[in-house]
């Protein structure tokens, strides 16, 4: 039997202490959709309301009229009910871990102190005249500055603009813009994997650029002391200003519909969109799926390994586990520095029970061969998660076993920076497992599969992954762009959301998400996935990593170019290139059988991971020249590197 259809049953002591078993998952999601506004009045009643909402659900998926909102006259705030409502019970609890990438560096934050901290933030951005509904921008490393400036936004009714500290000036620039934000904070310089990055001279550099002269004050942190520039009337630094702040301020009372937050997605696929989350919907949402999906219970240390400039590290670093008065660890650095046993060690120091990556960080861990987990234990761990591509099923096994010692459930969870929070995912307790899969929908969540004719497909199949119905974790709109909001998610389909994604269903009712739409290749008449390829290659000892794209071709009209990143010390051959090609089609099927190999040093890849095919298929098509967007990509060079290496001149 193949690992894709191993089934991983859910351990009968684990469903007994989880908080839900299948019956109670069965349950609660037949209520969810049967009755929406009922379900989540009650689920509401979790979070602390200054004025409970009464209207709970408001939506409208109309191509004519876009509108999204849910429970909204109620009154809350974001920090408030992920600081304040602790203070009583837990204030001495950790509420953030620190781990630096000095593996000598760490720091632990109470809840009583994180709730001080972000109350002199506040006061601070208060005095530099940020009021409620400003924008403030954030490019930041990963450190307890970044969480605290976010939630002291969301304090003073601010909305937050985090920007990934790996972008560039101009992307940084570009978002500044858009958003309109007066505000940057910052920090002098970033450490990852022992080099600094020059976040604060990145600033100085975006802030030459067409339309930045609207910020006119710079935040700095002080991180690692390096030499920077100085604009007297422009830069302060954080800790002369929050230092002297009183550690109270009361939290603004925001409506349920306020922003909270604006977010740009990772580029993979083109411009990026900076989406709109509001307060409300967006934390019951983040809280609640951050409870269930990873079945946190009280006490636990729980590690997202995202970076807080995604939206895994907003819902997941941030705010879900925060409402939830959990312990979250964050790391500065990265899992290969200073040796790559680093993960499995960060584990074991601080007895982490929850562990969420990434299918990227996990195929790279695996390339580097299983000793690499030979300094540490992790028998701490209780819980996997994997998040931000189809994870193949041979990275699903090593994971499960080489990470979680065999005895841990791994939750796939699919969704996107304009969902807000986790869709589809197992539910630990609940949800036997089948590796590659990301199984069934989370609570008030429904998705179908829709032909290219957008006619709803039943059964075991496959097809365009819609959503039927909102759900109070979506994205209310694109800043400053809700054309594009409709054209984007609600003009594909008449009355639903468009996700992007290709996507199978099983027997069981499971999901498969196959990759994105656009990638789909089209081989003699018969549609194919990227995720299935690439899953058949990984799964060969000699590769690392694979990525595949069509291109075209006389007489099937597709032709299938894969590229394929070897693991340390296999040496290219046109052996194994033969090997590859038979492997592939013995595997799936004479129709995938690879036309083009080529050796890929490396991948163009989003600075979040993941793969970027669109720019692939341009140089397997020979169309080297307009790239399209490339200013989200991690390494332009590996780009060149293909182009000069390419097969198909
Ligand atoms: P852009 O929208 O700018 O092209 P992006 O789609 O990469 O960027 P994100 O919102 O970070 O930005 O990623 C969401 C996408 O990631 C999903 O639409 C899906 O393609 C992929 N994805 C996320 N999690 C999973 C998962 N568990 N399994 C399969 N695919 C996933
Ligand atoms: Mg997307």
Redesign the pocket.
């Known amino acids: 039997m193949t690992e894709q259809q191993k089934v991983y049953p859910v351990a009968e002591d684990f469903a007994a202490n989880a908080w839900a078993d299948n019956e109670t998952y069965l349950s609660l999601y037949q209520r969810s959709v049967d009755d929406p506004e009922g379900f989540w009045a009650e689920q509401a009643e979790s979070l602390d309301w200054f004025k409970a909402p009464t209207k709970i659900k408001n939506t409208s998926f109309a191509s004519s009229n876009v509108d999204i909102r849910w429970f909204e006259d109620g009154e809350l705030n974001a920090a408030y009910n992920c600081l304040d409502r602790h203070l009583e019970t837990r204030g001495d609890q950790p509420a953030i871990i620190w781990e630096g990438d000095d593996p000598g560096q760490d720091k632990t934050i109470t809840y009583r102190e994180l709730h001080a901290e972000v109350c002199r933030l506040s006061n601070a951005l208060k005095e530099m005249g940020v009021t409620k509904g400003d924008t403030v921008t954030l490019y930041m490393p990963m450190i307890p500055e970044a969480s605290v400036a976010m939630l002291a936004c969301a304090r003073i009714g601010a909305v937050h603009s985090v920007v990934f500290g790996g972008f560039s000036p101009d992307a940084l620039a570009q978002r500044v813009v858009d958003a309109q934000s007066r505000v940057v904070i910052t920090a002098d310089e970033s450490v990852r994997g022992g080099k600094h990055v020059p976040l604060k001279d990145n600033v100085d550099a975006a802030m030459t650029r067409d339309g930045t002269d609207i910020v006119d004050k710079v935040l700095v942190v002080r991180r690692t002391g390096g030499e920077i520039e100085w604009h007297d009337d422009r830069d302060v630094w954080y800790h002369e200003w929050v230092e002297r702040q009183s550690s109270e301020c009361e939290a603004e009372k925001m409506n349920a519909e306020d922003a909270l937050f604006i977010l740009?997605?990772?580029?993979?696929?083109?411009?990026?969109?900076g989406l709109k989350h509001t307060t409300g919907g967006y934390l019951l949402y983040a809280a609640l799926t951050h409870r269930y999906v990873f079945d946190y219970h009280e006490g636990e240390v729980y590690w997202c390994s995202a970076d807080v400039g995604?939206?895994?590290g907003h819902s997941y670093i941030v705010y879900g586990p925060l409402a939830n008065g959990a312990t979250t660890l964050m790391f500065e650095g990265v899992p290969s520095y200073p040796s790559h046993g680093r993960l499995g060690e960060i584990i074991d120091k601080h007895q982490v029970s929850i562990l969420y990556t990434s299918?990227t960080a996990i195929r790279a861990l695996m390339a580097h061969g299983e000793n690499i987990m030979d300094s540490s234990q992790r028998d701490s761990l209780r819980v996997l998660g994997?998040?931000?591509?189809?994870?193949n099923p041979e990275a699903w096994s090593w994971f499960h076993r080489v990470i979680g010692n065999s005895r841990c459930p791994i939750v796939?969870?699919?969704?996107?920076?304009?969902t807000g929070g986790i869709m589809?995912?197992p539910l630990p307790g609940a949800t036997d497992l089948k590796p590659g899969s990301?199984t069934r929908p989370f609570f008030g969540v429904r998705p179908a599969l829709l032909d290219n004719d957008g006619n709803v497909l039943e059964g075991a199949t496959s097809g365009n992954l819609v959503l039927l119905d909102s759900w109070p974790g979506q994205a209310r709109t694109i800043w400053n762009d809700h054309e594009r909001f409709v054209q984007t998610y609600f003009s594909a389909y008449e009355g639903v959301y468009f996700?992007?994604?290709g996507c199978r269903r099983d027997e069981d009712g499971y999901y498969w998400?196959t990759?994105?739409i656009d990638d789909v290749l089209n081989v003699s008449g018969h549609r194919m996935g990227t995720?299935e390829i690439e899953s058949s290659l990984v799964a060969h000892s000699a590769v690392a990593e694979a990525a595949v794209v069509g291109y075209p071709h006389d007489i099937k009209g597709q032709g299938i170019y894969i590229y394929v990143t070897l693991g340390d010390d296999v040496e290219p051959s046109e052996e194994l290139r033969k090997e590859l090609t038979q492997w592939v089609r013995k595997d799936i099927g004479p129709i995938a059988t690879p036309d083009v190999i080529q050796w890929a040093p490396g991948l163009p890849k989003?600075r979040?991971g993941?793969i970027m095919r669109r720019i692939l298929r341009k140089i397997a098509a020979n169309e080297c020249e307009g790239l399209g967007d490339t200013s989200?990509l991690a390494d332009p060079s590996v780009v060149d590197e293909l182009i000069e290496h390419r097969a198909n001149r």
Request: glycine content about 12%.
């Open positions: 740009y997605t990772s580029g993979s696929t083109g411009r990026p969109k995604w939206v895994t299918p994997s998040v931000g591509e189809p994870i796939d969870t699919w969704w996107q920076t304009e589809i995912t990301a996700t992007g994604d998400i990759g994105r995720a989003t979040s993941k989200t």
